[in-house]
């Protein structure tokens, strides 16, 4: 049987940081991204291992590139409440996880 293993991806929104200053609002800007889902926050705490991808000539779907990536348990807070606490399905070395990693 094999092990299952979840990558987070997190990364501001910018167009919502401009938003939020252009309107005056406090929409959350940081997402953090599965497989499964995107959950919306003002906090994300990491409890574990991670890495800061720049990949200006190839982002993400949604634009970003630069984000964050991990293995480990995320805990996504929005105005102090948690909205998605996000296990740590698998210890794993970070190397090679991104898709383009290229060493």
Avoid at 8 to 19: E, F, G, L
């Amino acid at each position: 049987m094999g092990v299952s293993k979840m990558l987070k991806r997190i990364h501001v929104n910018q167009h919502v940081v401009k938003s939020n200053k252009k309107h005056g609002k406090t929409d959350p800007a940081l997402t953090c991204k599965t497989s499964k889902a995107n959950h919306k926050g003002d906090e994300v705490e990491i409890h574990g291992v991670s890495r800061i991808v720049s990949q200006p000539g190839h982002p993400l779907p949604c634009g970003a590139t630069v984000w964050v990536e991990t293995m480990a348990r995320v805990t996504v807070r929005r105005g102090g409440e948690v909205v998605a606490d996000l296990p740590d399905k698998a210890l794993a070395r970070l190397r090679g996880l991104s898709r383009f990693d290229k060493e």
